[in-house]
């Protein structure tokens, strides 16, 4: 079968490799799209600004280089293994990445499994990713997709999860107001998780003109934090008040420091992007405001759920933002992403 095979920083090939089979417990799709992660373009590009070392081999499962990206993804159930009863063949199904977790540190005593050092997921730190003809994952991964889901929009639930985590952390209740950092996949989630938890009064800020068309075909509110005056469109947006949350879905030093400045007293930030450089920061803004400033990696497999449920119920939109190209595009869709251009490519992988 084809497959993509990361071997190390600038060096992602298209291969032939032998089809995987499924084992006990475990189900085999023909996958049908795999999206390309924010996470992706780090491995590629910066894959020393990782919290791990993907050229070590993974110390759970022993998954070392060459190995087949891809955590975003969704597929045909065509055989499973012995003790599988939940996930049948003919099931359509996105899979929830997550492979292994250490169970045994505080990070997970705590149930907080993406935050576990020695944490692998499929198509990231470990072998079996998406950008294949075919994966093979545990049953429990793959989560079954009602009718009204089809297999395009369900490559999108992994990373439409993430945002739905996203605000789960901010803790924002129906009615109140929303900063959105961001307008790449994950802002583009988190804005969508945003509306169909009922918060409507949401600014999303992006400095790309061609993202900002984006958010704004599908109903956004945008603003142009470079060349515009983001703090006037904040006090615009809640009569002078502040958000009472923001979200960075952006990874940049800036976008942190104007999500903090535009908060109300007692707001909170959620960082929800990986950043490959450090930044400064003044910690004075923190005190004065009493703001609160939490991390989000990751989704709990009820989030996961949660997305595919209001997919269902028509939340989400995949006009303009989505593109598609076959898996032989995906060195070139790398480098168009990490340039700014477009929202979100899934490859045909089917």
Same mark, same amino acid.
């Given at each position: ?179 959105? @950092? =961001? +307008? /790449? !996949? ?7 998780? &945003?509306?169909?938890? #009922?918060?409507?009064? $949401? ?46 879905? @952006? =990874? +940049? /030093? !800036? ?7 535009? &908060?109300?007293?007692? #707001?909170?930030?959620? $960082? ?47 006009? =303009? ?30």
């Amino acid at each position: 079968m084809k497959a993509a095979r990361f071997h190390g920083k600038g060096d992602l090939r298209v291969e032939e490799v032998a089809e995987p089979k499924p084992g006990p417990g475990q189900v085999k799709l023909r996958n049908a799209f795999a999206g390309i992660c924010g996470s992706d373009l780090h491995f590629y590009f910066f894959p020393e600004s990782l919290p791990f070392d993907p050229s070590e081999p993974h110390p759970l499962t022993g998954a070392a280089l060459p190995q087949i990206l891809g955590h975003e993804f969704s597929g045909t159930v065509v055989e499973v293994g012995e003790g599988v009863e939940d996930v049948r063949v003919g099931d359509r199904a996105a899979v929830y990445p997550l492979a292994v977790s250490c169970g045994e540190c505080a990070a997970c005593r705590r149930g907080l499994p993406f935050s576990c050092r020695l944490m692998g997921a499929l198509g990231s730190n470990v072998d079996g990713g998406g950008l294949a003809e075919y994966t093979v994952c545990d049953a429990s991964k793959a989560h079954v997709l009602p009718d009204g889901v089809d297999l395009r929009t369900g490559a999108l639930v992994e990373p439409m999860a993430v945002g739905w985590h996203a605000v789960s952390r901010s803790g924002v209740e129906a009615g109140g107001s929303a900063l959105v @950092a =961001g +307008a /790449g !996949p994950i802002g583009i989630g988190t804005w969508f998780a &945003l509306k169909a938890r #009922g918060v409507e009064n $949401v600014l999303v800020s992006e400095p790309s003109a061609d993202r900002r068309a984006l958010m704004s075909a599908l109903g956004a509110r945008v603003v142009d934090p470079v060349n515009e005056d983001l703090a006037a469109a904040i006090a615009e947006l809640t009569d002078g008040a502040g958000v009472d949350v923001a979200v960075d879905a @952006a =990874g +940049a /030093g !800036p976008a942190i420091t104007s999500a903090v400045a535009g &908060l109300v007293p007692g #707001g909170r930030l959620v $960082v929800a992007a990986l950043h490959e450089h450090p930044m400064d920061f003044q910690p004075t803004q923190l005190m004065m405001g009493e703001t609160d400033i939490v991390g989000a990696v990751g989704y709990r497999p009820e989030e996961f759920d949660a997305v595919i449920a209001a997919m269902a119920d028509g939340f989400y939109d995949t006009t =303009g933002w989505v593109s598609e190209l076959p898996l032989e595009g995906v060195v070139d869709a790398l480098h168009a992403l990490r340039d700014g251009v477009g929202a979100k490519v899934l490859l045909r992988v089917g």
